[in-house]
């Protein structure tokens, strides 16, 4: 089943989606070399307990803390700790996600640590993110969830090949539904499955994780002995970009984006909807 929200509902996402910026801007800062990730898992924390939310990542099935911190060749779920020290060319993938009032907010971005990213590495974060916003403007009533994907995959297959040969789109991890729960109905893939349809049409109160990972080589992973750090099976490091979106009359609303979205949906022609926080 997949959960319809109403505007009130959609309003306590928004809030929690806001607290979600604020982490990413606050990591965001923090993340240079010489930083623990377990110094970026402490500014998170002290973030939510300010604006008085909660982290739904700690705990969440065991999981050991409040942000997912991953660097370089690790594509998602790292485990922030004292011994990854973020070195000059590093990057890295923060997820973080934080409840108010038993509403869910979820987002990720990839920073870039000190100077001297080679131009593949740039390259890889921009496609990843920009795939992520062709998603986001897919998502519109009646369309249906498959259109989301095929908007993802065609964006990365049209971009000029890396260096390392192509794009890994990353197969065993995708987006999904959100709202009471931090993951729900549906799961969302990042590419097209003749396997899986066309997925549910897209309607109003219907709120998503849109969620592309793309590697620069590989799209297959394994998982750590810890059993949540996941990596590319060929060590190439990989890019993780993730908004939470609820679907509205008045058409998509970026609720993990301070400006709900409104400057990076401009170049696909969408307003989106008014920010129910005024």
Known sequence: MVQIKTPEQIAKMREAGLVVAAVHAATR????????????????????????????????????????????EVVVHGIPDDKTVLKDGDIISIDAGAIVDGWHGDAAYTAFVGTGHAPELVELSRVTEESMWAGIAAMKVNNRLVDISKAIESYIRRQPRP????????????????????????????????????????????CLAIEPMVSLGTAKTEVLADEWTVLTTDKTWSSHWEHSIALTEQGPLVLTAPDCGRERLAKYGIEPAPDPLG
Request: overall charge neutral; hydrophobic content about 35%; charged content about 20%.
């Open 163 to 206: 260096a390392t040969g192509k794009y890994g789109i990353i197969e065993d991890y995708g987006g999904h539904g959100i709202g009471t729960e931090m993951h729900m109905d549906p799961h969302l893939l990042n590419y097209v499955s003749r396997k899986r349809g066309k997925g549910i049409k897209l309607v109003p109160g219907v």
């Open 29 to 72: 800062e923090a993340a240079v070399p010489g930083a623990t990730t377990k110094d970026l898992d402490e500014v998170a924390r002290k973030v939510i307990a300010e604006h008085g939310a909660t982290s739904n990542f700690l705990g969440y099935g065991g999981f050991p803390a409040t942000i997912c911190t991953s660097v370089n």
